[in-house]
């Protein structure tokens, strides 16, 4: 990826989802505002083959719908409200298309990694292309045959692979050979990354839980992570300006 910087990196899960409605633009944006390097959003596709960004398989608990993301159209999504049961500053905010969410994201020369849930592999790569995005994309799945497939589409991308633990690190890498790692949980720890570093791939750690503090960034920052994903945005931002380990913009 281009953009590729000299200090951790920031990826915004869902976009800064505890200040605004997850994977909407508002969400996006005060990621930006932040100062994010990265939005990480995911992927599925309608009932009548549009892709969407929602995490779950439904649109229930989030919107003042229900039902299943793939037996829905992208009109009856479109008329759901993905703000309201966030807060009433949000009411009216739209679950937006994934053609949305990257020129929102390309407007802003911010990198993305596309977490393809349930949607066609092929109309996600033939979309980034279309953008001309695929230096600022990340295309991460559990799937390593997904990944091959969107590399062997567009060798510029750059595919992520998930679902690792300590075990199967070197095993996933060698058969799929990504060229970024997602390490969880079960991952921040010297045993996976030496794994990372003697295979050359780029680190995604994935702070979420637990971790999602000043002690897990500053852990995974000393392991050698390249990408810290987290959903409090603005406190880990803060915890790195403050620590020296990435420039303060102020």
Request: charged letters at 25%.
């Amino acid at each position: 990826m281009t953009l590729r910087k000299p200090y951790p990196e920031v990826a915004a899960h869902r976009g800064a989802m505890l200040e605004a409605p997850q994977n909407t633009i508002p969400a996006y944006l005060r990621a930006a505002e932040l100062g994010a390097d990265m939005i990480e959003l995911d992927a599925r596709v309608t009932g009548d083959l549009q892709i969407v960004v929602v995490h779950d398989s439904t649109v229930d608990g989030f919107t003042n719908g229900s039902g299943k993301v793939s037996d829905l159209t992208l009109d009856e999504i479109r008329r759901l409200d993905a703000g309201v049961r966030f807060g009433e500053a949000f009411k009216g905010t739209r679950i937006p298309t994934l053609r949305e969410a990257l020129e929102f994201i390309k407007g802003r020369r911010m990198e993305v990694n596309v977490e393809i849930k349930d949607a066609p592999v092929e109309a996600v790569v033939s979309l980034v292309e279309e953008m001309g995005m695929e230096e600022q994309t990340m295309v991460s799945s559990p799937d390593g045959e997904l990944l091959r497939k969107a590399k062997q589409m567009c060798p510029r991308l750059t595919t992520m692979i998930m679902g690792l633990r300590p075990g199967n690190v070197e095993l996933l890498i060698e058969r799929f050979e990504p060229d970024a790692v997602n390490f969880n949980r079960y991952t921040l720890n010297e045993e996976s990354y030496q794994a990372a570093r003697s295979a050359g791939v780029l680190v995604y750690q994935s702070i979420l839980g637990p971790n999602d503090n000043e002690a897990g960034a500053l852990r995974a920052v000393e392991l050698g992570a390249h990408i810290l994903e987290t959903d409090h945005t603005a406190e880990i931002l803060d915890f790195l300006y403050r620590a020296e380990l990435r420039p303060n913009p102020k």
